[in-house]
Every structure is written in structure tokens, then in C-alpha cells.
């Protein structure tokens, strides 16, 4: 496929992550045959598993560190504001260690789009909860089981000021490569929360292919703040799709 790299993937066999990286090339091939010069493209990724995903994407890229991909790549905007910016987040990373510059980078309302790889687990270190984990979750660090309900992402952004605020699976590939296209295609900030089995330490796969379903084929309207607000709380079946999209000033423009 286009855009590969000589780099070896290292993710475990099965992983949901393997379906985002599909997702995201293919998006990006699109994009480009769609007349955005690959040049143009720079992908920062925070610290985990998902965060090889930059590793593995032949366009520009950067490493960054835990928690700091929206600050990185507020500065590259800052720097370049025609470049394609978008950032590969885990769970832990952005809604634990750097929930603070999600919510600032939603609020300025930066053009930059952020996929989170949200497995509901500290993957690369081998199975703490994260701010998204079930409650009862049992793992390193809660073994009889976590007590916390989790965050809902979806809405945070939602009151944060997102004014794109979507979920995809990595169990569809398909629907998640047109997400993320429009995500990229949306003037301002753009959050993208992937819901991405672990196969090692949260295994979902089951568990979201009885439950997910497109909310945007059932009428939804993407304009609508409060009926977005109702759907993010929908828990037993679980939409994906765009919940709300709408147009603001956008940060750097403004800055420059
Ligand atoms: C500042 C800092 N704190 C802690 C760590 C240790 N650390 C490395 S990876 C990781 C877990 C990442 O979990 P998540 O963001 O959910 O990504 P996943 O591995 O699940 O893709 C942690 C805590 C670190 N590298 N840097
Ligand atoms: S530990 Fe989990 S997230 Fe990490 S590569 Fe393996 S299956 Fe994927
Ligand atoms: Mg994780």
C-alpha cells in the first residue's frame, strides 16, 4: 500500500490498531489523489502503543511526548498554518497525562485533528486503567477491579468546544477512513475518538460489534448541540459517526 515504511510493525496480532492504521493510509492516499500535496502532511503521535502508528506512515512526522500532541501541533500550525496537521493520541495519554491540552487545543479551536486510539487500557506498559476504562475493570493496577465510572470523551469535547467531534471503530475500517477524512476536511479543531480493541489487556472486539451502530445513517443532526449532548450518553447501543460539526473562528488565523 502507498505510504508504507521499511519499519516492522511490532503490535500484537489481532490489535485494533492495525484497522486505524489502514483507516489513515487510506484516508491520506485519498486526500492526495483529492489534490492536497503529500508534503503538506505532518503527523505527531504521543507515547504507547498507538503512538508507532507515526513509524509506520511514510509522510512527515513527529515523535512527540506523553500527553503533548496538541501542543506540538499547535506550534507546527503556529509555524506553517497551510500544513495538514494531525495527531495519533492514546487513551491514557490525552485523557489522563494531557487531558489539560486536549481541552485548551478544543477551546482555541485550532485546525488540527486528533485520533485517539482509545483502548480503555495503559497498553505499552502493560494494563493500567485509564481515565476510559469500564468501571470493574481489572487490571495491574486495580486487580479487583477499578471504581471509577469512566470519562465520556465525546461530551468533554462536546462543552470543551470541539467543533468537530466524531467516534469511529477499528473494527470498520471502511466508515472510520471517511471519518477521518472529514475530520481532516473540517476547517478548526477536530476530535476523532477511535474505539480500539486490545487484544492483550481489553479485548472489545465482541463486545462493540454487538453494540456499535452509524448514527449518522438514522437521521441524526450534525448541527444539533443538544441532541449530540443525548446521543455521546447513548450506552447500550453505542453510535458512531459524527455527532456535531459547526464552523468558528479558528485559532491561528486569528494569531497571525
Ligand atoms: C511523562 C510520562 N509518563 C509516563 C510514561 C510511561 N508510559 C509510557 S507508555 C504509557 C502508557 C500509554 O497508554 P496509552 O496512552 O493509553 O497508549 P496505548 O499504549 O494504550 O496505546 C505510559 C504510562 C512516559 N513515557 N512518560
Ligand atoms: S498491547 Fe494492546 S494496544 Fe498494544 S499492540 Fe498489543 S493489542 Fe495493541
Ligand atoms: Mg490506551
Known sequence: MKLDTYAEIT???GCGNFGILTSVKNAINELIKEGIPKEKFVIASGIGCHAKIVDYINVNSFYSIHGRVPPTLTGIKLANKDLVAIGFVG???????????????AKRNTDITIVV???GVFALTTGQFTATS??????????????ENPLNPIKLMLVSGATFVARGYAGKPE???ELIKKAVKHKGFSFVDVLQPCVAF???YN????KVYDLNAEGHDTSNFEQAMKKADEKEKIPIGIFYETQAQVFEDHFN
Open 207 to 210: 463486545f462493540y460489534n454487538k
Open 117 to 119: 486510539h482509545d483502548n
Open 91 to 105: 487513551d491514557g495519554d490525552i485523557y489522563d497525562e494531557g487531558i489539560s491540552h486536549l481541552i485548551h487545543a
Open 134 to 147: 469500564p468501571k470493574g475493570f481489572k487490571g495491574k493496577s486495580t486487580p479487583k477491579g477499578s471504581i
Open 11 to 13: 503490535w500484537c496480532p
Open 175 to 177: 466508515h472510520l477512513k
Open 202 to 204: 481489553n479485548n472489545t
